[in-house]
């Protein structure tokens, strides 16, 4: 395999050398023998960020590919007791030996295995799961494998299941009912985040939230996992429900399982979607902990599109409904001249811009409300 080194953040790695595997003068990353996505670089240096406020004894990357992810953590972030990287593709495990030489990085364990055989044989009390789509078949593991309230992240790029438009696969993968509807971007996170809390109860454990976002082509969630059949139940019990939104006039809100689902505003029936998760996709803590720090990282490549995230994420984090995406729902009141956005904010007061839609704002007023700053600003 013809290798080529690459910096990142502030690591040296050696990857594939993309013009080897080019087919009629395009690359995509997994044609190559060991996986590599430059584009995958904001999702590393935000987990770069995390890893170094949560100081884990025992970092364990389970789904390695070049190993850039466990390495940068290590030289960037924390120098754990334990680094511990997996891959069950032996090309890539020779690479990681290379690249976690390169950087000087002595005590790495390296396995080569299946991560579902590795996460029942250790524990850890941070592990990395950044599959190839979906996070779904290393779920349960990764949490069984969690030690002393243990961080797992996940990375997710199955959007399509996750945001309504392959509904079936969502049944299949995530056991939830999906629609396409106009605040998909967020209700797939809250999907995601359903499905695991469901699969942690299996394990009378449960998680919560630290820190999440959207970007790209994926979602990116850290989660705390915690232990116990009760702290399972109230889980389920609070944050476990569905979400409605009325195919005419646009109105959203989270429903009970059983709830009469005609729209409250308009009659029209509602869409239902869910279970999903209803909380908070933060821990505001640990977001302001993010938020004083990060200014120690400016060296990274994607820093201020990093310091633009967080800076809407900290606004949007106070406010507890989801966010209404102001293009679908003028779209729907038949608006046909969107007002900026600014002057939305400015007419509502209390809200802010949503990090994970252009169009989107986030409040917790009214429907009514927010309607009346869409029309009245026509
Ligand atoms: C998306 S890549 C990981 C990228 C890497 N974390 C990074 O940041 O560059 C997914 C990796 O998981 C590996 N993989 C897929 N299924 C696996 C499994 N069941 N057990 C262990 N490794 C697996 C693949 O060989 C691939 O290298």
């Known amino acids: 395999m013809k290798l080529k080194e690459v910096t990142e953040g502030k690591v040296r790695i050696f990857v594939p050398d993309p013009k080897e595997y080019m087919i009629e003068g395009k690359f995509d990353p997994s044609w ?14 935000l987990s770069v960020i995390v890893v170094s406020l949560l100081k884990p004894k025992i970092i364990l990357d389970a789904l390695s590919a070049t190993g850039i992810r466990g390495i940068r953590y290590y030289v960037e972030s924390w120098k754990s007791e334990q680094l511990i990287l997996n891959d069950k593709n032996s090309t890539a495990t020779s690479l990681i030996q290379i690249n976690v030489k390169n950087n000087g990085i002595e005590n790495a364990k390296i396995y080569n295995k299946d991560a579902n055989v590795l996460l029942y044989e250790i524990k850890s009390e941070y592990i990395d799961i950044d599959p190839f789509g979906s996070p779904v078949p290393f779920i349960l593991s990764s949490i069984n494998a969690t030690i002393r309230n243990g961080i797992v992240a996940f990375t997710a790029t199955d959007l399509s299941p996750l945001e309504g438009s392959s509904r079936t696969s969502c049944r299949r993968k995530y056991d939830a009912i999906n629609y396409k509807l106009s605040s998909s971007k967020e209700l797939g996170l809250r999907i995601l ?14 998680v919560y939230p630290l820190f999440s976002f959207y970007a790209d082509y994926y979602y990116r969630l850290f989660v705390r996992v915690e232990s116990g059949a009760r702290k399972a139940d109230e889980n389920i019990n609070k944050n476990l429900k569905y979400f ?11 429903v009970d399982e059983n709830c009469k689902i005609k729209c409250p505003i308009c009659g029209e029936n509602f869409i239902i979607i869910g279970p999903l998760y209803i909380g908070p996709l933060h821990n505001m803590e640990f977001l302001k902990r993010m938020i004083d720090i990060y200014n120690n990282f400016n060296y990274l490549s994607s820093f201020n599109r990093i310091q633009k995230l967080l800076n809407v994420i900290e606004k949007e984090a106070k406010y507890k ?8 729902l003028a779209s729907k009141l038949k608006v046909s001249a969107i007002p900026p956005i600014d002057s939305i904010l400015e007419c509502l007061g209390d809200a802010s811009k949503s990090h994970f839609a252009p169009t989107g704002i986030r409040t917790d007023k009214g429907y009514e409300e927010i309607i009346r700053c869409v029309k009245n600003l026509r």
Do not use: H, W
Request: glycine share 6%; charged share 25%; aromatic share 14%.
């Open 244 to 254: 409605g939104e009325c195919p005419r006039c646009g109105f959203q809100t989270f």
């Open 32 to 45: 190559a023998p060991v996986f590599y996505n430059p584009k995958m670089t904001f999702n590393r240096d």
């Open 193 to 206: 985040i359903g499905k695991i809390i469901r699969e942690a109860a299996m394990l009378e454990k449960t």
């Open 321 to 328: 409904s989801v966010f209404y995406n102001i293009s679908k």
